[in-house]
């Protein structure tokens, strides 16, 4: 089955400052890979997908990337605020039914 | 508009005793997922429901565990003979067809604790 891999586990920046996200995955026949952000207790949601007919993606200042060859997929989050601040996870599905692999997830604190 | 929504919250159960979990997803979201998130990790699937269905339940662990969805759309997942090794948020999700152009939507979770 697939397997996801996630770094880093933490990353600590400085307000303003850009994060940084990185995924592999084990399935070449994956081909959607969602991002959630979760706070301490909430449920996780989705900030933003990419599918894999395309290699970039942006909304205002998130943007993901994905590098089918290499098969791994990174989330880049600009001019970072506190309230970034989260545990984030990658996923993939190679599945008709869209059942996600999670990664690790990565514990993103943006100091004000 | 609603999204998914589960209850209870918090479940505190003891070892060996039978649980509940229940699932009241999107309206109009044809297909319902669970997943198991332990501390610190990712959400870890366990079975997907396609309508009444159960189209892939290759997530669950073992027989202790059931799920159902009798009508497509309240889902209840069923654990027996609970361990301490299933304590973890149990989290379900919808989305509107399935597949890949369906996000999934996820509920709040249900905290279990078995001591």
């Known amino acids: 089955g697939e397997n996801v891999e996630q770094h880093p586990s933490t990353l600590s920046v400085q307000e303003g400052d850009s994060a940084v996200i990185k995924c592999t995955y084990s399935d070449s026949a994956s081909n959607y890979f969602p991002w959630y952000k979760q706070e301490l207790g909430k449920r996780p949601q989705l900030i933003i997908d990419i599918r894999s007919n395309v290699g970039e993606k942006k909304d205002q200042r998130i943007a993901v990337t994905l590098n089918k060859t290499a098969k791994h997929f990174s989330l880049h989050i600009t001019e970072t605020q506190p309230e970034d601040s989260a545990v984030y996870f990658c996923?993939?599905?190679?599945?008709?039914?869209?059942?996600?692999?999670f990664g690790g997830g990565t514990r993103l604190m943006v100091k004000p | 508009g609603a999204g998914v929504s589960q209850t209870p919250s918090n479940k505190v159960t003891e070892k060996g005793k039978y649980v509940e979990l229940r699932c009241d997803p999107i309206s109009g979201h044809t297909a319902l997922y669970w997943y198991r998130q332990s501390l610190g990790q990712g959400p870890e699937f366990l079975i997907y429901?396609?309508?009444?269905?159960?189209?892939?339940d290759s997530g669950l662990p073992n027989d202790r565990f059931f799920a159902v969805r009798p009508e497509g759309s309240v889902s209840t997942l069923k654990i027996q003979r609970t361990e301490r090794g299933d304590s973890a948020v149990y989290l379900c999700?919808?989305?509107?067809?399935?597949?890949?152009?369906?996000?999934?939507?996820f509920g709040n979770g249900t905290r279990l604790t078995v001591t």
């Open positions: 999700a919808s989305s509107l067809r399935g597949g890949r152009n369906s996000p999934l939507h």
């Open positions: 429901f396609q309508g009444t269905g159960a189209a892939d």
């Open positions: 996923a993939a599905s190679s599945s008709a039914g869209n059942m996600l692999t």
